[in-house]
């Protein structure tokens, strides 16, 4: 960054001694460069870069991770507060349980899995997405009476504005392979350990055991797998790049959400 | 061993003997992978349920527990002594049955259970019995004497012929009286006939507590496939597609042409002459019958403008056609002042008057109004959740999908929605059973739900 070329340096007017015609010294204006913004007397431009991180994304998982340069920084919190969902590939096993829901922990107990159909599991979806769309409607703070409560409810507008548990919006099924299966989560405020131990539940609602193998979140809000750099490309080109690309999604985002 | 003996007190280290060595203690830390699998292959594996393993089928209620009509005697009648009656049964709670009930009706303060066994009790009752609505159920204390209130699923015992051959298909509840349908003998009716709701003609002054009397009704074109009972009056749907119906008339919901009661079953004509019905339904004082081709017929009281569409009388007392452009109907369902039916896209539509879901300030109307689909949980995500079933109480309805939930709302009368809150509901709100709801039986204050477990 300091290598790009920078500000170009003020001028002012200065009045310099000149040599005068008849011998006697005479001051003569001229416009030259302030030396206080020369580079060597100034030093680099940039010397530390202020960055702030969006939404936590633990060791064990991987993914779209929002970070803020700078004056970015300030959107982060404008798109906390816009409580966007975040959407997340999470695999699973069935036969095991660990202490930690994952499959690097220590083991637990072993059960047999093999009256698992993907009905069964389909059906305790349906039941997971239907008890966590009440809990969306009750923790969104809006008095269910009311008429405008109805027309939120009916264009599925209501979501909790302010502090809540964690929500799963939707949730379905991705592959099913036994003992394998892969799943689809949309949610608001959660944490990745709290998706592994809706793993390990399914797993104990089929009357089996499951652990987590994989969270990997392919979108936080506005940002897209699409959008994230991979490590390869973690340079300032694609940096800037990205940046210039997110801008326009990101404002109309805001302005859609918080007026 | 003995070399490490002589080593060891060579060198003055005195060691304890080998059966009291204590093990050092392994270092703690991240588990490799070597040691994780070792762990795994050394542990047994547990086996919970087996590959033919088959769902349960289970009977939740809630609702108003003072009359018994709840069927568990400890929410009046607590088992200690130091804790309260409970009143409201805000949420579903699981009622243990000895057999899988098939049909289920709710009445006003007591319930029917039936299964379809072969065994000799097919039928249980429990909640109110003033009228005798479930039989005579002989008092233990005095065996002369009947209960008025049962408050556990008591078996009402049936005048059968071939009691181990003839099943129960269903049962239906009115306010006072209740009529249980076999396949082979009939209709049998009890409980309270002043209007000759029961079929038989009216006795003058009589007592129907403790009255042992259950008529038995046979005489129809051909055999019944449906009971339905209104608030004072019952309606019989036979295999021909034709109604009978008998019992109390002043709204004209016996819909014979007078406004009197009706001690027989007669059939119906007006609109449905000739139709082949196949499902009729009411509970207050209206009825609706739905025919093959989709059409929808109603009859009865109309004061809250459920057959304003054809009529400015509040009585109607013959069926009459509703022309309602909303496609084919497949079900439809009464309640006391507001209708609900159910269309072959899995639409839901409502008219009438009170809460009908579609928010606050749809109060009355008499033309169907269509609840939108994503109340039902339709969604871009979810496309293929569609309406199954609709039911209705005397003033909340209910939807079943095809999912396996249950969406409830209307006037939350002492709980009876089942949502665990106190007010009344004015939108399509999901009820958490732990199970796929098979189907759902309104009462005025109560609900009964036969549920199939996940696994």
Redesign the interface.
Known sequence: LNAAPGRAPRQHVRFLPAPGDDGATGLVAARVPVLADHPLVRGPRFRRLKMGAGHRLDVKASGVFVLGIGHGNKLLTDLYNCHLTKVYTVGGLFGKATDDFSDMGKLVEKTTFDHITREKLERILAVIQGTNHKALLMHSNIDMKTQEAYELAVKGLIRPMGKSPPIITAIRCLQFTLPEFQLEVHCLHETQQYLRKIVHEIGLELKSSAVCTQVRRIRDGVFTLDDALPRTQWNLQSIQNAISDCQLKVKTELEKTLG | MAAAAVWGTLRGVRRPPQALRRGLAKPAGP?SVRQ?RE??EA?????????A?KRKDRVFVWGFCYSGALGVPSFVKPDVGWKKPRRIQPTPYRLETEEKITSAACGYGFTLLSSKTADITKVWGMGLNKDSQLGFQRSIRDRTKGYEYVLEPSPIPLPLEKPQETRVLQVSCGRAHSLILTDSEGVFTMGNNSYGQCGRKVVEDETYSESHLIHQLKEFDSNVVQVVCGQDHSLFRTKKGAVYACGWGADGQTGLGHYNITSVPTKLRGDIAGVNIIQVSSYGDCCLAVSDEGDVFGWGNSEYLQLASVTETTQVNVPRYLPFKIGKIKEAACGGTGNIVLTEEGNVFVWGYGILG????LIETAVPEMI?P??F?W?G??PDIRVAHVRCGLSQFAALTN???LFVWGKNLRGCLGTGRM?????P??V?VPG?VVDVACGVDHMVSMVKS??
Not at chain 2, 43 to 51: E, I, S, T
Not at chain 2, 358 to 361: A, D, R, S, V
Not at chain 2, 423 to 427: A, H, K, L, S, T
């Open positions: 588990r994780l762990a795994e542990g047994p594996v547990f086996q919970y349920v087996g590959k393993a579609k928010g606050p300030n939108p994503s109340l949980g969604s995500f979810n999912r396996g939930e007010e009344d509901q004015y939108f709100w999901r958490t796929e996940f696994t």
